[in-house]
């Protein structure tokens, strides 16, 4: 009689136990790349439309019936930033060897115009040939949004931070048309 | 003495049976299902926390762009990038800088245009609107972001926009750094 395998043997069974190795490696893979790259890109982008030229008569009816009549001009050149406003007159700030400080009081400024026309959302930046674009950047900072402890700041949800939602919280000039060109 | 007595006496004399000490190793072993379950909660986290849109967001070599307190997440449009020594569309070279200008051969008779980038626009456009007849789900906006070294000065600055703008792509958004709070 041929010799036969013990029915209690378990060398020919297959494991039972799910093979978690290759699964680990791909997820601790994964998370790795998305850690690595998910914070090292801190990318935002500024809305910048060019302006518009009004082609149609509808289009210039449209334009003179907006709502506010306020118009802002900000001037930088390579010593200061010169703000001409129908409603706060004409008021220059020097770039000192603080440049936060120019930025920060002219910030108020804008404030201080805004609180009067608070539908105003326009402001034309008219940078000189010299002027860096970091520094027309910072002038666009000052003149879009409140900062914390203005007037009408309002925090905003952290469901829609990032979103283009957020772009309806804190606004101040955000509409910026770049003049000059 | 009888047989279970017998029987009893035997296994003793063989120390454990096979099945307590299968109980042993399963005991000694790692346990990976927990450290599994926290992988796939971070894992999931991060997926649902990373935009695509940023991961196809590139940022331009010889380029450092400026810091703002701007929060619109990147968005995929045309990309237009002006470093400090070229300019590029979506990759392709479009002009050498020369001292941080354009040189006077790559300007239209305006001295303002960028004639290369002008042809690249309108071929990009034309492209744009025979994808936007054939395909409901597209159409042209105009849309465009700029990534431009902070210390290029608006002399230069100026170009591009300007060469963008007659070229219909009126939608600027300009790329920055977000400002570390």
């Known amino acids: ?181 | 003495m009888s047989d279970q007595a017998r029987s009893m006496r035997s296994k003793r004399s063989r120390g454990f049976t096979g099945k307590s000490k299968r109980r042993q190793n399963l005991a000694g072993g790692l346990m990976l299902t927990s450290m599994l379950d926290i992988l796939c909660t971070v894992l999931f986290y991060l997926l649902k926390n990373y935009s695509t849109a940023m991961a196809d967001f590139n940022i331009g070599k010889d380029l450092s762009l400026p810091y703002s307190s701007a929060s619109l997440a990147p968005s995929p449009a045309l990309n237009l990038v002006v470093s400090r020594t070229n300019i590029s569309l979506d990759g392709q070279p479009v002009t050498e800088l020369l001292n941080g200008d354009v040189a006077r051969k790559d300007l239209w008779n305006d001295g303002v245009t960028i004639t290369k980038l002008a042809q690249m626009l309108k071929q990009q456009k034309e492209r744009s609107l025979y994808l936007a007849k054939r395909n409901d789900d597209h159409t042209f906006t105009g849309t465009i972001v700029m990534q431009a070294d902070k210390d290029l000065k608006f002399n230069l600055v100026k170009k591009v926009i300007y060469t963008a703008g007659i070229s219909d792509f009126v939608m600027f958004k300009l790329a920055v750094m977000k400002k570390p709070e």
């Open chain 1, 1 to 181: 009689m041929a010799n036969q395998p013990s029915k209690r043997t378990n060398r020919l069974k297959p494991s039972e136990e799910l093979m978690l190795t290759p699964l680990i490696d791909l997820i601790t893979t994964m998370m790795f790349f998305f850690l690595i790259f998910a914070s090292n890109i801190p990318v935002t982008l500024i809305d910048a439309p060019l302006p518009k030229i009004a082609a149609t008569a509808e289009e210039v009816k449209k334009a003179k019936e907006t709502d506010s009549k306020q118009e802002l001009l900000v001037y930088v050149n390579m010593t200061g930033i010169t703000v001409k406003s129908s409603l706060g007159g004409t008021k220059q700030f020097s770039f000192g060897p603080e440049g936060a400080t120019t930025y920060k009081d002219l910030h108020e400024f804008l404030l201080s115009i805004h609180l009067k026309d608070p539908k105003a959302r326009e402001l034309t930046l008219i940078p000189d040939d010299d002027v860096i674009y970091d520094r027309m950047v910072s002038v666009m900072d000052a003149a879009r949004e409140f900062y914390p402890g203005d007037p009408g700041f309002q925090q905003v949800p952290p469901e829609v931070a990032y979103k283009p939602e957020a772009e309806r919280f804190n606004r101040m000039f955000p509409d910026v048309s770049i003049g000059g060109i």
